[in-house]
């Protein structure tokens, strides 16, 4: 691989080889897809129809964005290699959310909207890392911020999702009944 970074609209790209910059072309398409699924999935109301499907898009472009971020990643390990870990920690977790609900697992609920937004978190985490530095306003702030603001401003939205969620409501009223029964029986 060659490492003769080029500039595009401001941004250093590391490499003008072509496999980079094919594999960084597919990475970004399918990131943006990836975003836009994930707010569309997050903000539908949740029963069939829109939010199963946009949620479908976001696993399968998260799938792609994974493989191009192994590849972009093993191209320059040294620079990279907390961004595979960061990818692999966002894929991980959100097949882990599917497969809580398609498994039908207990808690499956709670560990599916947990699961889904620690992934969009951290597919933001990698995106910022990455690229804060070059973006407005972010450029201003320090490194740590990066790593740091994505969480800050998410966990309170898994947190409220997990406190409203009405199935999630109705499995702990369920809980806390079954345990009250059980309570008095013994």
């Not at 964005?65 to 990279?80: G, K, N």
């Not at 947190?159 to 009223?173: E, K, N, W």
């Amino acid at each position: 691989m060659t490492d003769n970074p080029i500039n595009v609209a401001g941004i250093e790209i590391p490499s003008d080889s072509p496999v980079f910059l094919a594999a960084l072309g597919v990475h970004v398409l399918f990131g943006l897809s990836c975003v836009g699924a994930g707010v569309v999935a997050m903000l539908s109301r949740k029963r069939p129809g829109r939010h199963p499907r946009f949620g479908t898009i976001y696993y399968y472009c998260l799938s792609v964005v994974f493989a191009s971020a192994t590849i972009l990643s093993a191209m320059r390990w040294a620079e990279d290699y907390h961004l595979f870990i960061l990818g692999t920690l966002s894929f991980a977790t959100a097949s882990l959310g599917r497969m809580a609900l398609r498994r039908r697992w207990r808690n499956r609920i709670r560990l599916h909207i947990s699961c889904m937004g620690l992934s969009y978190i951290l597919l933001l985490t990698a995106f910022y890392v990455d690229n804060g530095k070059n973006l407005p306003l972010w450029n201003k702030l320090p490194q740590t911020a990066f790593w740091v603001l994505p969480a800050a401003a998410g966990i309170p939205f898994i947190i409220c999702a997990l406190l409203r969620h009405p199935v999630v409501r109705s499995f702990s009223t369920a809980d806390a009944s079954a345990r009250g029964k059980a309570t008095v029986k013994s």
